[in-house]
Protein backbone atom coordinates (compact mmCIF):
# COMPACT_ATOMS: atom_id res chain seq x y z
CA UNK A 1 0.00 0.00 0.00
CA UNK A 2 1.38 3.70 -1.01
CA UNK A 3 2.67 5.84 2.02
CA UNK A 4 -0.39 8.18 1.51
CA UNK A 5 -3.78 7.17 3.20
CA UNK A 6 -6.47 7.68 1.12
CA UNK A 7 -9.35 6.84 3.82
CA UNK A 8 -9.31 7.66 7.69
CA UNK A 9 -11.23 4.38 9.15
CA UNK A 10 -12.89 5.77 12.33
CA UNK A 11 -12.72 2.33 14.32
CA UNK A 12 -13.29 1.60 18.52
CA UNK A 13 -10.47 2.04 21.30
CA UNK A 14 -9.82 -1.25 23.13
CA UNK A 15 -6.95 -2.44 25.93
CA UNK A 16 -5.66 -4.74 23.35
CA UNK A 17 -2.79 -4.88 21.00
CA UNK A 18 -3.16 -4.31 18.19
CA UNK A 19 -6.83 -2.83 19.26
CA UNK A 20 -9.14 -3.67 16.80
CA UNK A 21 -11.49 -6.09 18.17
CA UNK A 22 -14.97 -5.05 16.68
CA UNK A 23 -16.66 -7.62 14.32
CA UNK A 24 -18.04 -4.80 11.91
CA UNK A 25 -15.18 -2.46 12.15
CA UNK A 26 -12.71 -5.64 11.28
CA UNK A 27 -15.04 -6.34 8.15
CA UNK A 28 -14.14 -2.78 7.10
CA UNK A 29 -10.79 -2.87 7.79
CA UNK A 30 -10.39 -6.64 6.29
CA UNK A 31 -11.93 -4.90 2.67
CA UNK A 32 -9.13 -2.27 3.02
CA UNK A 33 -6.49 -4.54 3.52
CA UNK A 34 -7.24 -7.14 1.21
CA UNK A 35 -7.81 -4.04 -1.61
CA UNK A 36 -4.37 -2.47 -0.90
CA UNK A 37 -5.94 0.97 -0.30
CA UNK A 38 -4.02 3.46 1.84
CA UNK A 39 -5.41 4.07 5.05
CA UNK A 40 -5.03 5.89 8.61
CA UNK A 41 -7.01 4.74 11.75
CA UNK A 42 -8.84 6.81 14.42
CA UNK A 43 -9.63 5.06 17.61
CA UNK A 44 -12.63 6.29 19.86
CA UNK A 45 -13.91 5.51 22.86
CA UNK A 46 -17.90 4.44 22.96
CA UNK A 47 -18.55 7.69 24.58
CA UNK A 48 -17.07 9.90 21.71
CA UNK A 49 -18.16 8.38 18.69
CA UNK A 50 -21.51 10.59 18.16
CA UNK A 51 -19.82 13.78 19.23
CA UNK A 52 -16.83 12.30 16.64
CA UNK A 53 -18.51 10.92 13.76
CA UNK A 54 -20.58 14.44 13.72
CA UNK A 55 -18.31 16.67 13.90
CA UNK A 56 -16.48 15.40 10.55
CA UNK A 57 -19.96 15.24 8.99
CA UNK A 58 -20.49 11.37 9.04
CA UNK A 59 -24.32 10.96 8.74
CA UNK A 60 -25.94 9.59 11.23
CA UNK A 61 -26.95 5.54 10.75
CA UNK A 62 -30.57 6.29 11.70
CA UNK A 63 -32.81 8.51 13.84
CA UNK A 64 -34.57 6.96 16.79
CA UNK A 65 -38.14 7.62 17.81
CA UNK A 66 -37.49 11.14 19.81
CA UNK A 67 -35.23 12.32 16.87
CA UNK A 68 -31.53 11.53 18.43
CA UNK A 69 -28.78 10.57 15.60
CA UNK A 70 -27.57 7.45 16.07
CA UNK A 71 -24.03 6.79 14.99
CA UNK A 72 -21.39 3.71 15.37
CA UNK A 73 -18.28 2.21 14.06
CA UNK A 74 -17.10 1.46 11.53
CA UNK A 75 -16.90 5.48 9.52
CA UNK A 76 -14.87 6.62 6.88
CA UNK A 77 -13.90 9.48 5.57
CA UNK A 78 -12.54 8.64 1.66
CA UNK A 79 -11.38 10.51 -1.05
CA UNK A 80 -11.22 8.18 -4.19
CA UNK A 81 -8.89 9.25 -6.78
CA UNK A 82 -11.07 10.35 -8.80
CA UNK A 83 -14.33 12.36 -7.37
CA UNK A 84 -14.89 14.53 -4.06
CA UNK A 85 -14.36 12.90 -0.52
CA UNK A 86 -17.14 11.91 1.55
CA UNK A 87 -18.25 10.53 5.05
CA UNK A 88 -19.56 7.17 4.95
CA UNK A 89 -21.37 4.36 7.80
CA UNK A 90 -21.72 0.68 8.46
CA UNK A 91 -19.81 -1.81 7.04
CA UNK A 92 -22.32 -2.84 4.11
CA UNK A 93 -22.76 0.56 2.46
CA UNK A 94 -18.47 0.92 3.22
CA UNK A 95 -17.55 -2.31 1.62
CA UNK A 96 -19.75 -1.69 -1.67
CA UNK A 97 -18.13 2.28 -1.75
CA UNK A 98 -14.33 0.72 -1.17
CA UNK A 99 -15.03 -2.12 -4.02
CA UNK A 100 -16.83 0.30 -6.72
CA UNK A 101 -14.26 3.64 -6.30
CA UNK A 102 -11.02 2.04 -5.89
CA UNK A 103 -8.91 -0.15 -8.12
CA UNK A 104 -8.15 -4.06 -6.59
CA UNK A 105 -9.54 -7.64 -6.82
CA UNK A 106 -13.55 -7.38 -6.78
CA UNK A 107 -15.51 -8.40 -3.58
CA UNK A 108 -18.84 -8.14 -4.88
CA UNK A 109 -18.29 -9.69 -8.77
CA UNK A 110 -21.14 -9.15 -11.38
CA UNK A 111 -24.11 -9.87 -10.47
CA UNK A 112 -23.06 -11.07 -6.42
CA UNK A 113 -24.83 -8.77 -4.60
CA UNK A 114 -28.00 -10.44 -4.33
CA UNK A 115 -26.43 -13.65 -3.64
CA UNK A 116 -23.91 -12.21 -1.03
CA UNK A 117 -26.61 -9.75 0.60
CA UNK A 118 -29.09 -13.15 1.11
CA UNK A 119 -26.00 -14.71 2.83
CA UNK A 120 -25.38 -12.30 5.09
CA UNK A 121 -29.07 -11.47 6.17
CA UNK A 122 -28.89 -15.79 6.87
CA UNK A 123 -25.73 -14.77 9.46
CA UNK A 124 -28.00 -12.02 10.79
CA UNK A 125 -30.95 -14.58 11.09
CA UNK A 126 -30.50 -17.08 11.89
CA UNK A 127 -26.45 -17.06 13.67
CA UNK A 128 -25.65 -13.77 15.02
CA UNK A 129 -28.79 -14.05 17.85
CA UNK A 130 -27.70 -16.78 19.14
CA UNK A 131 -23.84 -15.61 19.64
CA UNK A 132 -24.66 -11.97 21.02
CA UNK A 133 -25.36 -13.89 24.19
CA UNK A 134 -21.96 -15.46 24.38
CA UNK A 135 -20.07 -12.97 22.87
CA UNK A 136 -21.73 -9.00 23.83
CA UNK A 137 -21.16 -9.59 27.54
CA UNK A 138 -17.68 -10.75 27.25
CA UNK A 139 -16.89 -7.68 25.26
CA UNK A 140 -16.50 -5.12 28.16
CA UNK A 141 -13.76 -7.31 29.28
CA UNK A 142 -11.50 -5.38 26.45
CA UNK A 143 -12.51 -2.11 26.85
CA UNK A 144 -11.18 0.86 28.91
CA UNK A 145 -13.51 2.06 31.80
CA UNK A 146 -14.89 4.80 29.92
CA UNK A 147 -15.65 2.64 27.26
CA UNK A 148 -17.00 -0.29 29.88
CA UNK A 149 -19.91 2.31 31.24
CA UNK A 150 -21.17 3.07 27.96
CA UNK A 151 -21.23 -0.47 26.43
CA UNK A 152 -23.05 -2.04 29.18
CA UNK A 153 -25.61 0.88 29.71
CA UNK A 154 -26.72 0.94 26.11
CA UNK A 155 -26.32 -3.07 25.40
CA UNK A 156 -28.74 -3.30 28.32
CA UNK A 157 -30.99 -1.08 26.99
CA UNK A 158 -30.56 -2.72 23.67
CA UNK A 159 -31.16 -5.79 24.86
CA UNK A 160 -33.40 -5.47 28.67
CA UNK A 161 -30.64 -7.05 30.88
CA UNK A 162 -27.68 -6.53 32.37
CA UNK A 163 -24.57 -8.01 31.04
CA UNK A 164 -24.24 -10.40 33.62
CA UNK A 165 -27.69 -11.71 33.31
CA UNK A 166 -27.63 -11.91 29.78
CA UNK A 167 -24.59 -13.96 29.87
CA UNK A 168 -25.23 -17.88 30.03
CA UNK A 169 -24.30 -20.16 33.09
CA UNK A 170 -23.39 -23.74 33.46
CA UNK A 171 -25.75 -25.80 31.58
CA UNK A 172 -27.69 -22.83 29.80
CA UNK A 173 -24.15 -21.64 28.04
CA UNK A 174 -23.45 -25.30 26.71
CA UNK A 175 -26.68 -25.72 25.17
CA UNK A 176 -26.47 -22.31 23.62
CA UNK A 177 -23.11 -23.79 22.06
CA UNK A 178 -24.65 -26.51 20.80
CA UNK A 179 -27.32 -24.53 18.81
CA UNK A 180 -24.20 -22.25 17.58
CA UNK A 181 -22.55 -25.31 16.51
CA UNK A 182 -25.29 -26.57 14.60
CA UNK A 183 -25.83 -23.10 12.79
CA UNK A 184 -22.21 -23.32 12.19
CA UNK A 185 -22.94 -26.73 10.63
CA UNK A 186 -25.33 -25.44 8.50
CA UNK A 187 -22.85 -22.90 7.40
CA UNK A 188 -20.21 -25.37 6.19
CA UNK A 189 -22.79 -27.37 4.41
CA UNK A 190 -22.90 -24.23 2.57
CA UNK A 191 -19.19 -23.86 1.76
CA UNK A 192 -19.27 -27.52 0.92
CA UNK A 193 -21.29 -26.72 -1.98
CA UNK A 194 -18.75 -24.31 -3.57
CA UNK A 195 -16.26 -26.67 -4.85
CA UNK A 196 -14.38 -24.14 -6.88
CA UNK A 197 -13.23 -22.30 -3.73
CA UNK A 198 -12.16 -25.97 -1.96
CA UNK A 199 -15.24 -24.85 0.55
CA UNK A 200 -13.11 -21.95 1.56
CA UNK A 201 -14.61 -19.33 -0.30
CA UNK A 202 -18.81 -18.38 -0.65
CA UNK A 203 -18.74 -18.32 -4.13
CA UNK A 204 -15.72 -18.29 -6.66
CA UNK A 205 -12.39 -19.32 -6.06
CA UNK A 206 -11.40 -15.96 -3.82
CA UNK A 207 -12.20 -13.85 -0.96
CA UNK A 208 -15.90 -12.17 -1.35
CA UNK A 209 -17.36 -9.63 0.79
CA UNK A 210 -19.66 -12.98 2.81
CA UNK A 211 -16.04 -14.54 4.04
CA UNK A 212 -15.23 -11.08 5.27
CA UNK A 213 -18.38 -10.81 7.62
CA UNK A 214 -17.65 -14.74 8.56
CA UNK A 215 -13.86 -13.61 8.91
CA UNK A 216 -14.33 -10.66 11.20
CA UNK A 217 -16.21 -12.32 13.38
CA UNK A 218 -13.74 -14.99 14.47
CA UNK A 219 -11.65 -12.25 14.49
CA UNK A 220 -14.20 -10.97 17.57
CA UNK A 221 -14.17 -14.21 18.94
CA UNK A 222 -10.35 -14.46 18.86
CA UNK A 223 -10.24 -11.74 20.79
CA UNK A 224 -12.57 -12.37 23.75
CA UNK A 225 -11.75 -14.42 26.47
CA UNK A 226 -14.51 -17.24 27.32
CA UNK A 227 -14.99 -15.73 31.14
CA UNK A 228 -17.27 -11.94 31.54
CA UNK A 229 -14.30 -11.66 34.18
CA UNK A 230 -11.90 -12.19 31.52
CA UNK A 231 -9.69 -14.54 34.00
CA UNK A 232 -9.40 -17.65 31.57
CA UNK A 233 -6.78 -17.13 28.71
CA UNK A 234 -8.90 -19.06 25.90
CA UNK A 235 -10.69 -17.27 23.71
CA UNK A 236 -14.03 -18.09 22.36
CA UNK A 237 -12.64 -18.85 18.49
CA UNK A 238 -10.84 -21.94 20.73
CA UNK A 239 -14.33 -23.36 20.76
CA UNK A 240 -15.00 -22.38 17.31
CA UNK A 241 -12.03 -23.49 15.51
CA UNK A 242 -12.36 -27.16 16.51
CA UNK A 243 -15.66 -27.42 14.66
CA UNK A 244 -16.22 -28.81 10.82
CA UNK A 245 -12.81 -30.09 10.48
CA UNK A 246 -10.80 -26.69 10.74
CA UNK A 247 -12.75 -25.46 8.34
CA UNK A 248 -12.65 -22.04 10.41
CA UNK A 249 -9.38 -21.95 10.90
CA UNK A 250 -8.54 -22.86 6.77
CA UNK A 251 -10.93 -19.94 6.31
CA UNK A 252 -8.87 -17.36 8.59
CA UNK A 253 -5.73 -18.51 7.35
CA UNK A 254 -6.27 -17.90 4.15
CA UNK A 255 -6.77 -13.97 5.21
CA UNK A 256 -3.85 -13.74 7.37
CA UNK A 257 -2.26 -11.43 4.91
CA UNK A 258 -5.34 -9.07 5.23
CA UNK A 259 -5.63 -8.73 9.52
CA UNK A 260 -2.85 -5.87 9.35
CA UNK A 261 -4.32 -3.45 11.96
CA UNK A 262 -2.75 0.38 10.65
Not at 16 to 38: G, M, Q
Not at 62 to 90: F, H, M, Q
Not at 101 to 114: C, D, I, R, T, V
Request: proline residues 9%; glycine residues 6%; contains cysteine.
Amino acid sequence: MSSEPLVTLYDLDSTLEPKAFSPHTWRTRLVLNYKRIPYKTVWLAFPDVSTTLKQIGVPPLSIRADGTPIYCCPSISAKPPSGEEVNLIDSGPIAEYLDANYEGPKLFPPGSKAAQQLFVSYLYERLFPKLAPLLVPITPAVLEPRSVEYYERTRKAYFGAEMKDLYPAGPEREALWETVKKEFDILASIYDKNEEGGGIYFMGSGPTYADIVMVATFLWAKSLPTDRDGANVTTTWDIIKEWNNGKWVKMLERFSDYRQVV
